[in-house]
């Protein structure tokens, strides 16, 4: 029979081994966690935050396109910007550009989105078919646009012009007027973003469980409670999630303006992304398209913070 | 079986042993055919004209071979010369030799000086055209910082039945005719749109476009030493003017053209006239159009000031950056590159012209005869168009184009304070603004006179550009 000290001394080898094992087990899922990490880190430091930083630091200098020697000048480009009457004009098409885009793809989508939650026949072609503007490449769609809102030959002025709704010498100029500029390129923007919108607002209402229908039904809730009170509620995670994607990618985009306009006529239809791209990469003003870029930064943080919050306290209620 | 964890641990072995064989692999395999062969990367546009990339890429490349260079070339649209050039100074790497379409000066400090090149070049075809050497060279820093070996008339296209039909069958002749004739061509041609198609828009053709109006009324962004002087009568002029024609003879689409809408809508015969090079024409006569009959050519009109003036529509500027490793073989290549301007011209269908016209002299011809000698056989090309137009000697005037081409920055010389003008449409944006009422032409002027002079002031600033103590 072996001695009480043996039998201790045995057991405690025992948990040490175990706690070793545990331990190395612990340290192998930790090494692996963080193999699995390194490559979305890596990238976003060095193409996302990186790049942000570089750019953020580039607005305080005064750096242009051809040189790498910069001085530090302080807030001198954004001094310099805010006079500009081309930036305000920019700051205020950025923002009617992203509250119009923002409220035409909600309102749309979720019309969509209800409509494709019923059973009707060629429902998967629909499904296919407002997904295809998500997949085109947008260089593509948008020289597709540009012959549609061409101002000689737009296909939308020949059309009202065939159906008597154009008279003689009437024609509208789409991208030729500041207005129907703005409204061209919104055209465009709602155009790309509804796809996303609809996607995501679909798995929103198909995630409310039946249930909850039933239950407000049997409360005697009317269409217009049961949206308000129960439906969009319910949404609210997921409908801030797809406004904060929607209003970031917006807010940032340049594309469907320097593809449409190039900020055209005289830098009435930029947004602060495209005149950025003028200023600092064509125009060689690195400094100064730098200061342009980040200039919406404290909005765009801000307004992160409050939908996630938003989004956050719905979803513990 | 495979558990997730070996899974896992396989899949990220592959994936490292992928990434290092991606990363060294090229190294190795490279490294043997660095040793045999000298290589030339060079970065040139999609031409307007296509045929002249389909000359220009095999040329390059047979030039290549027989130096024992081996020669890649790169193209991108017109619109992206300028961003990669940004983005290949920032990465310090990139291709050896970049072509500018209008003023590399912005890049000035990054490039060689070709001071050499050009000497070489001139001893061997006399001097190159002023308005070449007034767009690659830079009088304040006193460098060379690019060559050009071709540059491209923009002339005015005119509709020969529709100016026929008004009475005027050689077309416009001064800026004055432009608003006489639109009134009459809106009588005769209701349906057309556009009856004056003069770009008022953000582009390419309409910055050129505005330009020529501004010089032929006497104004300009600089004088010859470097001062701002946009702030003055002759600008107001010309700007009056230009509402005046928007008014009688223009709509709000030529707000928003881009490069091509011009041609697009000459040759749909929606406009009377515009100002382009013969690329449009060319197009017409590829594609067979009913206009191309009535396709009929101009020189610079002329303001009332006498003047009568046209900026060039392309000009080359092939740059060799400092970070190139292979400085020498690019100098010798843009020596080859000139010699073959014969060539050049014939692959383009007579769209470049030559910067060194003695490059297109007859062989044998003597060196104090051989600009005459090229600008003969430049001539014979025009006079006698080897690519169908009809009558034969339809682009005979631009034989005679260079007395009224001049370069970006006229009266002076390119600097990067006139190429940011020039890309952030500071006087197209005046111009429409003017034109369209948004703004007096005054106050358009002003505006435009204050953009001007920050843009100056900053070029000087970094010791880029000279004057300054005129400025109005």
């Not at chain 1, 260089?139 to 000689?152: E, K, P, Q, R, V």
Request: hydrophobic share 45%; net charge positive; aromatic share 10%.
């Amino acid at each position: 029979m072996p001695d009480q000290t043996s039998m201790t001394s045995a057991a405690r080898t025992s948990t040490a081994l175990v706690l070793k094992h545990e331990r190395g087990l612990r340290r192998r899922e930790r090494d692996l966690g963080i193999a699995m990490l390194a490559p979305a880190v890596t990238y976003i430091a060095l193409l996302v935050a990186l790049p942000f930083l570089l750019a953020v630091a580039l607005s305080f200098t005064n750096s242009s396109a051809g040189s790498l020697d910069v001085s530090f000048v302080g807030l001198a480009n954004f001094r310099s910007v805010l006079k500009s009457g081309t930036f305000r004009r920019s700051l205020t098409n950025t923002f009617l550009f992203t509250f119009v885009t923002q409220v035409s793809v909600m309102v749309l989508g979720n019309i969509l989105a209800r409509a494709l939650m019923k059973p009707f026949r060629g429902k998967s072609l629909v499904r296919f078919l407002i997904l295809m503007p998500w997949a085109a490449p947008i260089s593509l769609a948008t020289l597709g646009w540009l012959w549609i809102f061409d101002s000689t030959f737009s296909v939308i002025n020949w059309v009202l012009k065939i159906v008597g709704f154009l008279g003689p010498g009437q024609w509208y100029y789409w991208l030729g007027d500041t207005t129907l500029g703005m409204i061209a390129i919104v055209t465009i923007q709602i155009w790309r973003l509804l796809p996303f919108s609809t996607v995501i607002l679909l798995a929103g209402l198909t995630s409310i469980p039946q249930e909850v229908h039933e239950a407000a039904d049997i409360d005697g809730a009317g269409p217009i409670a049961k949206m308000f009170r129960v439906t969009l509620p319910m949404m609210l995670p997921i409908v801030a999630v797809a406004i904060l994607f929607g209003v970031v990618f917006t807010f940032t985009d340049m594309s469907v303006v320097y593809l449409l306009t190039r900020g055209g006529p005289y830098n009435s239809t930029h947004v602060l992304a495209s005149l950025a791209y003028q200023e600092g990469v064509l125009g060689s003003d690195v400094g100064r398209g730098a200061a342009i870029a980040i200039f919406l930064l404290p909005v765009l943080v801000a307004l992160a913070i409050i939908v996630l919050r938003t989004s956050r306290r719905a979803e513990v209620m | 079986m495979t558990t997730r964890r070996q899974f896992i641990q396989r899949g990220a072995t592959l994936i490292a042993g992928g990434a290092i064989a991606t990363a060294v692999g090229p190294t190795i395999l490279t490294r043997r055919a660095v040793a045999a062969d000298k290589q030339l990367k060079i970065l040139q546009w999609s031409h307007f004209v296509p045929a002249y990339d389909q000359w220009f890429d095999p040329w390059a490349k047979q030039w290549g071979a027989s130096k024992g260079i081996e020669v890649t070339v790169d193209h991108v649209g017109f619109a992206d010369v300028v961003p990669r050039a940004t983005a290949e100074v920032a990465a310090q790497s990139g291709h050896d030799v970049h072509m500018f379409l209008g003023l590399a000066s912005a890049f000035e400090e990054h490039v060689i000086d070709l001071g050499d090149v050009v000497t070489t070049l001139e001893k061997k075809y006399g001097k190159s055209v002023e308005l070449s050497k007034h767009s690659t060279y830079n009088p304040f820093t006193k460098k060379q910082f690019a060559l050009s070996d071709m540059w491209v008339p923009d002339p005015g296209n005119y509709h020969k039945k529709i100016w026929t039909d008004i009475g005027m069958p050689n077309g416009p002749l001064t800026y004055e005719d432009l608003v006489k004739a639109a009134p009459e061509i809106k009588k005769k041609y209701p349906q057309m749109q556009i009856p004056i198609g003069v770009g008022l828009s953000q582009d390419i053709d309409s910055n050129m476009a505005v330009r020529n109006i501004l010089w032929c009324h006497g104004g300009s962004t600089q004088d010859k030493d470097s001062n701002v002087v946009l702030n003055s009568p002759e600008t107001l002029h010309a700007l009056e003017y230009a509402k005046r024609l928007y008014s009688v003879g223009m709509t709000p689409a030529v707000l928003s053209w881009n490069a091509a809408s011009n041609n697009q809508a000459f040759n749909a015969q929606e406009t009377s006239y515009i100002l382009n090079s013969i690329s449009a024409y060319r197009t017409a006569q590829d594609n067979k159009l009913p206009v191309l009959e009535y396709y009929y050519f101009v020189p610079a009109l002329k303001g009332p000031t006498g003047i009568g003036l046209a900026s060039e529509h392309v000009m080359s500027g092939y740059v060799v950056w400092k970070f190139s490793r292979n400085q020498e073989a690019a100098k010798e290549f843009l020596v080859a590159l000139v010699d073959a301007s014969r060539e050049s011209m014939t692959a383009s269908k007579l769209y470049n012209f030559p910067s060194f016209y003695g490059a297109a002299a007859d062989p044998g011809t003597a060196l104090a005869k051989k600009i005459d000698s090229g600008a003969a056989w430049i001539a014979k090309q025009c006079n006698n168009d080897p690519f169908g137009s009809k009558p034969a000697g339809k682009l005979a005037l631009l034989a005679k184009s260079q007395p009224w081409s001049t370069n970006l920055g006229h009266p002076g010389s390119a600097n990067p304070a006139e190429g940011e003008i020039f890309d952030t449409y500071v006087i197209t944006d005046m111009f429409a603004k003017a034109a369209t009422g948004v703004m007096s032409p005054k106050d358009a002027m002003l505006e435009a006179s204050t953009r001007a002079k920050d843009i100056y002031t900053k070029w000087r600033k970094k010791g880029m550009v000279g004057g300054g103590a005129k400025d109005t």
